[in-house]
């Protein structure tokens, strides 16, 4: 016997002002924790600069955040919500917990693997990685790999544990977690960096990642996730897992192939290319992620009451707005913010600089980074992965074509090699949700609007990647300009009407 069927995930109080809290204190929390985080890239860079050992930490750290983030975070854990959800939605408790508690024991066993195998292959997969590098800097590659695998196992436990308390309505723990670790990072970084050097970076993420664990373990188990009974209904095929693997796992490859390119662009490269796609994805783990947080699981439940999902379109459609808006202040003010954040310490101003000039030439990836992450999520729910491998797997090869043709431009050839592989895959799948049932209405009465912003974003990307812009300041000028225009042309009729 099941129990009585619940409407959705538990939202305290499920009442329109509790659901706005719920929306506030979640931006606050991650804003808080999205900070803390840019705090530790800021102190890396002050400590470090963009020298060969913050060019060796970013290259070791590719890997096993490639598999925490885009592996399990990226392909394991929105099923898993949408699973959870679903389960707990129709009062299959005991389905629920057979399907967590079944992926967090193997991901665990996965993971343990992985990091016994990394230790041992260090220093051949750090040739691989930065095959640029000279000898002494892949053997400290090499070393700091080594020691950041264990990082990626505990991360990528602590996403799962997320996972559950997401789908349980717990949406404020994960957040609150991440926001302790990332202010952890930073203290034991600036502590540790006049002893251990480069190694107190390394340090200070592994003891991070395992209080983010720490954290919400307690509330999962409180939840009643963890057991293991056998599920009274056939699990979810693992199918779909499959797919969202193989797409994640061509996205990743993207992230991957860029480090032995840029191994050879000269000392710093790697490191700046690093700093860059840190504040790139900055503005959807600022605001958007949180709201997609309470949209995923609800969408999949309302789907799975047979209600019409109305909430969660409203916050997919914000969360498209708040891009559009992030893409036109990341070209207009990258100047100034990588100044203020970054100009101090070992970052010289030749650093600062160059910083701010991908952060211009990769503007337009803000709007591609989101919508490839809100997309998928989508689509997900829905069960449509093909479009999503199809995306990743163009975008793959659009970068593989682009990068060694655009490589001897230096760091800002691969930089725009990268907005052309993340606009062909955002652009697929893009239209993939437009076509679909789940395109909950989000781009229906935007897409000219839509497509306005990606053309006056990427002209002056474009632009900037064609050296046609002769100075620092008119460069920040003509990127504002056309970003500013870009987010005008995105708003809202009725704004317009009530203007």
């Keep these: 016997m099941t129990a009585p069927a619940r409407k959705v995930p538990p939202v305290p109080g499920d009442a329109p002002g509790s659901r706005r809290a719920l929306y506030v204190s979640l931006v606050a929390l991650s804003a808080v924790a999205a900070v803390l985080g840019f705090a530790r890239e800021a102190a890396m860079g002050a400590l470090f600069g963009a020298s060969r050992e913050a060019d060796a930490f970013y290259a070791a750290f590719a890997l096993p955040f490639v598999v925490a983030y885009f592996l399990v975070g990226g392909a394991l854990v929105p099923p898993l919500v949408a699973g959870l959800a ?5 009062g299959r408790d005991r389905d629920a917990r057979a399907l967590f508690s079944g992926t967090l024991l193997r991901t665990a066993a996965a993971g343990g693997v992985l990091v016994a195998a990394v230790a041992l292959l260090a220093r051949p997969i750090a040739r691989l990685l930065v095959p640029g590098f000279p000898s002494d800097a892949i053997a400290l590659t090499a070393r700091l790999l080594a020691e950041l695998a264990a990082y990626g196992l505990f991360s990528s436990l602590a996403l799962v544990l ?14 609150f977690a991440i926001l302790a670790a990332n202010g952890l990072s930073v203290l034991l970084l600036l502590a540790l960096t006049p002893r251990l050097g480069i190694h107190a970076a390394t340090l200070s993420l592994l003891v991070a990642s395992a209080l ?12 009643g996730l963890l057991g293991f009974a056998a599920a009274t209904e056939p699990r979810p095929p693992s199918r779909a897992t499959a797919l969202l693997t193989l797409a994640l796992v061509l996205s990743a490859t993207v992230d991957l192939a860029e480090r032995p390119f840029a191994s050879a662009a000269g000392v710093g490269a790697v490191a ?5 796609s840190k504040l790139i994805h900055l503005p959807m783990r600022l605001v958007a ?14 789907r799975t009451a047979g209600e019409k999902p109305e909430e969660a379109a409203t916050l997919l459609r914000a969360i498209v707005n708040l891009l559009l808006l992030s893409s036109a202040l990341a070209a207009g003010a990258a100047g100034p913010a990588v100044a203020l954040a970054f100009g101090r310490g070992r970052f010289d101003a030749a650093a600062v600089a160059s910083l701010a000039s991908l952060v211009v030439l990769l503007a337009p990836s803000v709007l591609f980074i989101g919508l490839i992450e809100t997309t998928t999520k989508l689509l997900v729910t829905g069960s449509r992965l093909a479009p999503v491998v199809l995306a990743q797997g163009a975008g793959l090869a659009v970068y593989l074509v682009a990068a060694p043709v655009l490589a001897p431009r230096g760091i800002e050839g691969l930089a725009f090699a990268r907005n052309l592989s993340w606009g062909t895959a955002a652009f697929l799948l893009t239209v993939a949700l437009a076509r679909s049932e789940n395109g909950l209405g989000v781009f229906a009465r935007a897409p000219r609007r ?3 912003t990606l053309l006056a974003l990427g002209a002056a990307a474009a632009a900037v990647s064609a050296g046609l812009l002769p100075g620092p300041l008119l460069l920040t000028l003509v990127a504002g300009t056309a970003g500013t225009a870009a987010f005008l042309l995105a708003l809202p009729p009725r704004l317009w009407r009530a203007a």
């Design 272 to 276: 700046l290319l690093g700093f860059a």
């Design 212 to 223: 983010q664990l720490l954290v919400v373990l307690p509330f999962v188990l409180r939840a």
């Design 162 to 175: 997320s996972a559950g308390a997401t789908a349980a309505g717990l949406y404020r723990i994960p957040a």
């Design 450 to 452: 839509l497509f306005a």
């Design 86 to 90: 679903a389960h707990l939605t129709a």
């Design 289 to 302: 992620a949180p709201l997609a947080t309470v949209a995923l699981p609800r969408l999949a439940a309302a």
